[in-house]
């Protein structure tokens, strides 16, 4: 197949393709499904059109930045690095339009693989970035999406006195936010296109119990590891808008849902 075909069939999309004409099952009323897609990496073009595309939608997406990868000095941690990426201009501006924008590592270091006294320096790093960039950041109300979702026991132990949560590796079902939730588990797909893999384990969670499901996506297209397929993004979005119990979160309004807010707190007039 050549790339024109290729093109061609991502171009159709995934509604062409039959990955969502099964539907999903509906769960029942009290059946609270919550689902985040995690966009790590921060490209350009990708990062625009996801926020474009939970817009539409009137939803907020998760957006995951590298702290120094729009510096010209940023080396590729490896191919799937090898695209335009946003500026702090452009997070500050999705971060206004009501995105959640969030810190993935000073540059892409496998945190699990250095020494733990410089897995901090390179986190304490990211966040002087952030605090310095970031309009309103405040690690110890952020999310850390670990690069690679690399880490170690004692990584994790440092990282959750420094941000109120961790994205991390343990899997996609994590379990209904609580008070005290400090580490989410995520999964993903790649390097190839992740358009059934999600489908699928969206689907599957969908079955099952109650719970948090937290994918590890990326670019959007052709951007990244494990691309998505804008048209795709598109129509789950709004299949997943539709059925009952299900809510498409970034993590932090997420984990403040846990108390919902008491009547007796409206004053009657
Ligand atoms: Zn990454």
């Known amino acids: 197949m050549n790339l024109k075909r290729r093109e061609a069939l991502r171009i159709l999309g995934a509604g062409t393709l039959g990955l969502l004409s099964q539907g999903f099952v509906i769960p029942g009323k009290d059946n609270r499904h919550i689902i985040t897609l995690s966009f790590d990496d921060g490209f350009k073009k990708s990062s625009i059109k996801t926020a474009e595309i939970y817009e539409k939608h009137g939803l907020s ?53 250095v020494p733990l006294e410089e897995a901090k320096y390179w986190t304490r790093k990211c966040i002087d970035v952030f605090n310095e960039e970031l309009e309103g950041f405040a690690a110890q109300e952020s999310v850390f999406s670990l690069p690679h979702n690399a880490s170690t026991p004692e990584l994790e132990e440092w990282l959750v006195t420094q941000f109120r949560i961790i994205r991390t590796h343990g899997g996609l079902y994590n379990p209904l936010p609580y008070k005290k939730l ?13 358009d ?43 299949r997943l808008k539709a059925t009952e119990g299900v ?7 997420a984990l403040n849902s846990v108390f919902p807010i008491s009547k007796s707190l409206v004053v009657p007039d």
Request: hydrophobic share 35%; charged share 20%; proline share 8%.
């Open 61 to 113: 997406c998760c957006l995951n930045i590298i702290a120094s990868a729009h510096l010209d000095q940023f080396q590729l941690p490896n191919e799937y690095h090898a695209w335009p990426v946003g500026d702090f201009e452009m997070w500050n501006d999705l971060k206004k339009r009501g995105h959640e924008i969030m810190p993935h590592s000073y540059k892409h270091t496998n945190l699990a693989e």
């Open 247 to 253: 809510e498409v979160l970034p993590v932090l309004p």
């Open 196 to 238: 059934q893999h999600l489908v699928g384990s969206i689907d599957a969670f969908l079955e099952g119990p109650p719970g948090w499901f937290v994918y590890n996506t990326h670019g959007l297209d052709e951007e990244g590891w494990g691309p998505l397929s804008s048209g795709l993004l598109d129509e789950l979005l709004d």
């Open 182 to 194: 400090v580490r989410l588990g995520c999964g993903g797909f790649g390097p190839g296109n992740i």
